[in-house]
């Protein structure tokens, strides 16, 4: 194991979007708030040395760990995140197509309500906002959909983006032999058990 001073994990974001923009797959940390996506670019990413950003998805069975962390021109605001997240659509695709780099962009990330939506809007379920009844409990319409509850994001994109060209699905048995992984584990779940 290496020796590094440890890095704070930050996991206070809301969720990691995978979209194709400008040709190639973007990883997008999801912050809930404007003006703390700003400081966490510009205290920390902004800092990062590209070559050595490192992603990390550890392979749980529904669920998976996605772990960024990187080097820093300054250490001392460094930090490195974490995310318990379930595994979805979006994930396996860019599994699948990310072909070994992707952007690293931030996204703040606006929760609709079926209010605020536009009919066309897509809900989690698939189905468009005016699909969804309009009374006091927004059911989907659809007969054979099990949706409750309308609900939508926005996710507004920041334009400053980083390359990431250090990315690796793992499984839990493999987390020992990477650093980065192993650091996480060892401080969000291993050394809380005991
Ligand atoms: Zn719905
Ligand atoms: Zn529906």
């Known amino acids: 194991m290496s020796s590094q001073s440890p890095i704070p994990w930050f996991d206070d974001f809301a969720g990691v979007a995978y979209r194709y923009y400008d040709l190639r797959m973007n990883v997008i940390p999801l912050i ?25 998805f550890v392979e749980m069975k529904d669920d998976y760990w996605f772990i960024m962390g990187s080097d820093s021109q300054k250490p001392d605001t460094n930090l490195a995140f974490f995310k318990i997240l379930a595994k979805s659509e979006h994930y396996e695709r860019f599994k699948k197509g990310h072909g070994g780099e992707a952007y690293l962009r931030l996204g703040v990330y ?9 009919k066309s809007d897509m809900c989690s ?14 059911v989907c319409l659809f007969n054979d959909c099990s949706c409750k509850v309308f609900f939508s994001f926005q996710v507004n994109l920041l334009k400053r983006k980083k390359t990431i060209t250090d990315i690796k699905f793992l499984e839990e048995k493999d987390v020992k032999d990477d650093s980065l992984a192993w650091n996480c584990f060892n401080v969000n779940k291993y050394s809380k058990i005991e």
């Open 110 to 118: 606006q929760k609709n309500s079926l209010n605020d939506a536009k």
């Open 32 to 56: 809930v708030d404007r003006k703390q996506s700003a400081s966490l670019w510009n205290d920390s990413i902004h800092w990062w040395v590209d070559p050595s950003i490192k992603i990390r």
């Open 125 to 138: 379920c698939g189905h468009e906002a005016q699909d969804h009844d309009e009374g006091d409990d927004d």
